[in-house]
């Protein structure tokens, strides 16, 4: 049985948590109060009962101070409480509102889940109604124990209700920050995925254009063309610039969190329109890239049917129009992780990029020329393909990659457009 923690603290309308000592000050100072003060004015209309004496006030005050401690000890204090309720009654005092004490006790620990506290209350209600009836009169007040039972009854139904009510807030609680945790994790992989798409993309130019400036020094012996290299070092400026950008736009969204709505990402979201741009960077490590783009009319190859094809340099805009941001992101990533390997890892000369789209998925394919490392399948090392894959899974949709028939190697992401949306 799920029981509400002692130190939870209790939440009001509007988000407001009250604090531990009001909790246990507030009830127990009410009690002290209303037992003190309207048993003593209700004693002046009962001359017939025992006048309040030292013994009486002890009594009246130990119930309030007892509830400080009820929501360590529920049922201690709910027993104390009943036996000094019942101690008060057996001595003939002026009757008054001397259980409100009791009453409270009773409603704390059963909401605190004590299902023993009807017992107690059970037997107080015994010596109230029955024994102290026959002691002093002889006979039972069945009117007084009807009343009394209705109000036991109330009282307890009242605690079950709210134990329940706590306790399906606390379940609700716990899965809104389990989902809020799955949430971030999941943001936080995909943020992952992204810096490592960039900077593995951008620091492999980087890599690659520095090794060419430093082989035209080295090869012209002071004499190389400044044209050349100064061609090299303008890629690396703009390659370790735009590396930076998305850098610190990353490290903004980890140091603020996802909720600052103030913090825009400095970068749009790529599309493909931007291939071109990527397609260039890699030209410019000496690859030969080609993209290539069609629409087929009825999703199938075989019949040669296309309404638009691309210029052989880009994307159709027929191709990219209305594709969900999901899926043209992570077509763009695709893309981008297999340009990334292929000049890292390939010792290719040519690259084809093709991006065909039908009514029902997107499809990208990535072929190149090259040999891959020795010993490896073309792309073993690192986390760039298990990245493609990830990125295809969470849209729906389903990557390969491995080496082509004869030489090279391709890429090959099917991507839903329903799983962007």
């Known amino acids: ?16 948590a009250l604090p531990r000592w009001v909790r ?16 003593t004015a209700a004693a002046d209309h009962q001359p017939d009962a025992r006048p309040l004496d030292v013994l009486a006030y002890v009594l009246l005050l130990a119930g309030p101070v007892a509830l400080l401690g009820r929501l360590r000890y529920p049922l201690a204090v709910l027993g104390l409480t009943a036996a000094v309720a019942a101690t008060y009654t057996l ?12 009453m ?32 002093e009169e002889g006979r039972i007040e069945w009117a007084a124990m009807v009343a009394v ?17 706590l306790e399906r807030s606390a379940e609700q609680a716990r899965a809104r920050a389990e989902e809020a945790r799955r949430v971030a994790g999941e943001e936080r992989l995909r943020i992952a995925r992204e810096l490592h798409d960039v900077l593995a993309h951008d620091i492999s130019m980087i890599n690659v254009r520095a090794g060419v400036a430093l082989h035209l020094l080295e090869e012209g012996h002071g004499d190389a063309d400044p044209e050349q290299v100064r061609s ?3 890629a690396i400026k703009e390659a370790s610039k735009e590396a930076l950008g998305e850098l610190r736009s990353v490290l903004d969204v980890l140091r603020h969190g996802e909720d600052d709505r103030e913090l825009a990402p400095r970068s749009p979201t790529p599309r493909l ?29 075989g019949d040669g049917t296309a309404v638009v094809e691309g210029d052989g340099d880009g994307v159709a805009a027929e191709v990219a129009a209305g594709l969900p941001a999901g899926v043209e992101a992570a077509a763009f990533r695709i893309v981008q992780e297999s340009l990334t390997n292929v000049v890292r890892h390939a010792r290719a000369t040519r690259v084809r990029v093709r991006v065909r789209r039908t009514d029902d998925e997107l499809e990208v394919q990535v072929d190149d020329d090259g040999q891959g490392p020795p010993g490896g399948d073309g792309r073993a090392a ?15 949709g389903t990557l390969e990659a491995g080496p082509r028939p004869g030489r090279g190697f391709r890429v090959r992401a099917r991507l839903p457009l329903g799983g962007g949306r």
């Open 232 to 234: 090299a070092l303008a």
């Open 382 to 396: 690192g986390r760039g393909i298990t990245g493609m894959a990830e990125r295809a899974h969470a849209l729906g």
């Open 273 to 301: 329109g931007d291939l071109r741009e990527l397609a260039d960077r890699a030209r410019g490590a000496g690859l030969d890239v080609r993209i290539e783009s069609r629409v087929a009319a009825d999703g199938r190859d």
């Open 149 to 165: 039972g209705a109000w036991v009854l109330v009282l307890g139904f009242a605690g079950e209700l709210t134990r329940s009510w």
């Open 91 to 102: 001595r003939d005092y002026p009757n008054g509102p001397a259980f409100t004490a009791l």
């Open 104 to 135: 409270i006790a009773f409603v704390s620990a059963i909401v605190l889940g004590r299902r023993w506290a009807w017992a107690i209350v059970a037997a107080c209600y015994v010596v109230e109604v029955v024994v102290d009836p026959l002691i």
């Open 1 to 16: 049985m799920t029981t509400v923690p002692a130190d939870a603290p209790v939440q009001l309308h509007h988000g407001v």
């Open 24 to 39: 246990l000050v507030g009830p127990a100072l009410v009690a002290a109060v209303v037992h003190v003060g309207a048993t």
